[in-house]
């Protein structure tokens, strides 16, 4: 491999006589003296000069040549949980009251999870509010009516055939003062679709690799760099209660669907001559 000695010799010995010259003239404390010598230490760093070393410069790096593609790893599931997301709420005359009803609305809500025999650990309060509720006149003013207090749950239900009992237990329990904001399929245990996913991404992309090297007459050889981006989707079918015959409860039908996991990777090879 050749290398370029690097030597900076003319302007070197002009930086030095123009140290002596200034020696001569003044005391080492001079400020100037100090900022000379700053001046010619960086001056020979960048030169390529180092204390103990050999000094020379390697203009011969190599350069690696590769393919660069991106694939994306798809895998079908079927959810193996619901993510069941409620609030139960209160209008009374003071926020003291409205507080107090929304308490025993919200224990009615946790004893019908426990009936259902959701776990405490799958039940998240997720906010609790009391604010005063106004009624508004068409001239701008505007009428106390009384305070809103509510309190909000996000529910894992890990027993998909037992999660439209779920439901409906709190609905019984609670009344009409509840609000459901989400009844939605999900994946709970991500790790085997993941990793189906990026199985299949890694191979779709050295896939593309060698058709790559192919169509260039190259090899290809090692992975350089892999990088990778994980995204998930699906599409929550809506929660319905199901038309049942005279005589027998309507029951809430929570329809799992299909959820998609994808990862995507951007992953880089050499590629050699093959001689």
Excluded: H
Excluded at 85 to 102: C, D, G, H, M
Excluded at 210 to 225: R, W
């Amino acid at each position: 491999m050749k290398r370029l000695l690097v030597l900076c010799m003319p302007n070197l010995r002009a930086v030095v006589g123009l140290i002596s010259k200034k020696v001569e003239c003044s005391m080492p404390n001079n400020r100037n003296f100090f900022v000379l010598v700053i001046s010619l230490a960086v001056f020979l760093a960048g030169c390529g000069f180092s204390v103990g070393e050999k000094n020379s410069w390697d203009v011969t790096q190599p350069i690696e040549t590769g393919v660069t593609v991106e694939a994306t790893g798809f895998v079908k599931v079927v959810p193996d949980g619901v993510q069941f997301n409620f609030l139960v709420f209160a209008v009374e005359s003071t926020s003291r009251a409205a507080s107090q009803r929304v308490n025993v609305l919200a224990d009615q809500a946790r004893e019908a999870l426990s009936n259902a025999g959701i776990d405490s650990k799958d039940i998240a309060t997720q906010n609790v509010s009391v604010y005063p509720e106004y009624l508004y006149s068409q001239d701008g003013g505007q009428e106390l009516t009384g305070f809103r207090g509510a309190q909000s749950f996000a529910v894992t239900l890990r027993d998909t055939s037992q999660a439209g009992e779920a439901v409906d237990e709190v609905i019984r329990m609670v009344g009409n003062d509840l609000t459901i904001e989400t009844l939605s399929p999900i994946l709970i245990d991500t790790k085997d679709a993941t990793d189906q996913a990026r199985e299949n991404a890694v191979k779709l992309a050295r896939k593309k690799a060698e058709d790559y090297a192919d169509l260039l007459g190259v090899d290809l050889g090692n992975v350089i760099s892999v990088r990778e981006f994980a995204t998930s989707s699906s599409v929550p079918l809506p929660w319905l209660r199901s038309d049942m015959s005279a005589g027998e409860t309507a029951k809430t039908v929570v329809d799992l669907g299909i959820q998609e996991v994808s990862i995507t990777i951007e992953a880089r090879w050499a590629l050699t001559s093959g001689n």
